[in-house]
């Protein structure tokens, strides 16, 4: 909105932004732009200046696409994986300045994402008008509350592969509050008018989900002890990219399968003065697959740091507890994501065991 002109049309040079971001009140200030205005504009990627960081629908949609198991999503999730380099690639924007999200303050609940096919906004007095038609879920079987085992334990998985894909990856992360609980509002996509049991917290679900937020503290934790050795300020996402090492996969290494139909997808990764070398391996499929590992120097091994398609514990452990992989195959639940991880010895350009 603040982007257009006198006239209503887009600026390319909005001097509001640029005074905004000049103010030396606001200075040290997060600033988030939010790339959507009342009349359909949509810019995620062209909001000027240094300071501003943007939301990035992109990056919802994407994954969303992907972990749902969508034809033709292969490509785009795994520039999401690498901060949107075709979004913000251009030489002032840092791997920072993607805000990665899945769900907001606007539309599904992650619970509610992984549980309803459609929106359920009949409270709200609108006739179920009201509120977004297109919200790239899956009920994983059942619409709405399920008393089946097997379709809670998708969704679980489901759930955790949105959190582990959006706090693992290049960019800032943004959590909705009360995901990390499984907050749910019974598929309403548009509670801002509900302040009742629609749209308030039950923290007991603290207790009743603690496996999730046992899952998010430790992805956080996680990604702090990985993000506070790096020397990124002021690099570039195209400079960080040169400088890191990455290989794409498929099921076998060196072999991705760019095709529409495919649902997987395995990455290594290795940034610039990061302690630690990343494989991950995605399965969108409903069957188990089996991917080949790459080798590690000396004699080392991978670390199973993620396997969303385990039980918790054992779905993340901490860096330094995480048991080692010593095969040179790995097999990928259905429906999972799993991030090895081995330690980098930068002094004598090693693996560490």
Not at 185 to 204: F, H, P, R, V
Request: net charge negative; aromatic share 8%; charged share 25%.
């Amino acid at each position: 909105m603040l982007s257009r002109d006198e006239a209503g049309r887009p600026s390319p040079n909005p001097p509001v932004l640029w005074d905004i971001e000049s103010d030396p009140i606001l200075a040290g200030t997060k600033l988030i732009a939010g790339a959507w205005d009342a009349a359909r504009l949509y810019q995620v990627g062209v909001i000027v200046g240094d300071a501003w960081q943007e939301s990035d629908g992109r990056f919802r949609d994407d994954v969303r696409h992907f972990v749902r198991g969508d034809d033709d999503s292969v490509t785009h999730v795994a520039r999401r994986l690498l901060g949107s380099p075709d979004i913000h690639g251009r030489k002032e924007r840092e791997p920072e300045h993607s805000v990665n999200f899945v769900t907001s303050h606007d539309g599904f609940t992650l619970n509610d994402l992984v549980s309803y096919n459609a929106k359920h906004n009949e409270a709200n007095g609108e006739g179920n008008r009201d509120g977004v038609d297109d919200n790239v879920s899956w009920n994983c079987g059942a619409e709405g509350l399920s008393g089946s085992a097997a379709i809670e334990t998708l969704r679980n998985r489901q759930i955790k592969n949105f959190l582990a894909l959006q706090l693992l990856t290049a960019g800032t992360p943004m959590l909705l509050m009360g995901d990390e609980m499984r907050h749910t509002q019974l598929g309403n996509n548009n509670a801002y008018c509900q302040d009742n049991e629609i749209s308030w917290l039950d923290w007991s679900k603290l207790r009743r989900h603690a496996d999730i937020f046992r899952f998010v503290r430790l992805l956080i934790a996680y990604r702090r002890g990985r993000d506070m050795s790096l020397r990124t300020n002021h690099t570039s996402l195209n400079d960080l990219l040169r400088q890191s090492h990455v290989e794409w996969h498929g099921v076998r290494l060196y072999r991705p399968d760019w095709s529409e139909q495919s649902h997987s997808l395995a990455l290594t990764f290795e940034r610039p003065d990061a302690p630690y070398r990343v494989h991950a391996m995605l399965n969108a499929h409903g069957e188990p697959l089996t991917f080949e590992l790459p080798a590690l120097k000396n004699g080392s091994a991978w670390r199973r740091s993620v396997d969303t398609g385990l039980e918790s514990p054992d779905d993340i452990q901490p860096i330094a507890k995480a048991p080692r992989v010593d095969q040179s195959l790995y097999i990928v639940e259905p429906h999972s994501v799993v991030f090895l991880t081995a330690a980098v010895n930068r002094e004598h350009g090693t693996d560490s065991a």
